[in-house]
């Protein structure tokens, strides 16, 4: 979910599905509608609740810990109205066996 008004990016957008990778993530968002002041960036926990993550300017960035996986879903909410604004799932790379794509 994005629209024109805000952007949230998460890097590395994808990460390996095998044997639970997880991955330390850069999320950086941008809103540029003028009435909204503050931001709450919300991650989809385990047991499909939110938890706020990290809050700001309607600008930034944070970093998070080796916690992000495959099917992580972060989510960028007005402060305010707690309206979402944008969502990113990052996406979960297909696992390659030892004998997969090798020639024989």
Do not use: H
Request: charged share 25%; proline share 3%.
């Amino acid at each position: 979910m994005e629209n024109e008004d805000a952007v949230l990016s998460v890097e590395p957008g994808a990460v390996g599905a095998c044997e639970g990778q997880r991955v330390a993530a850069r999320i950086a968002w941008k809103v540029k509608d003028p009435a909204v002041q503050s931001v709450l960036v919300q991650v989809r926990g385990d047991d499909g609740g939110r938890k706020v993550f990290a809050s700001g300017a309607a600008q930034g960035e944070a970093e998070t810990g080796q916690w992000v996986a495959g099917g992580t879903r972060f989510y960028l909410v007005d402060a305010d109205s707690r309206r979402d604004l944008a969502a990113f799932e990052v996406a979960g790379l297909a696992c390659l066996g030892p004998t997969d794509g090798a020639m024989e």
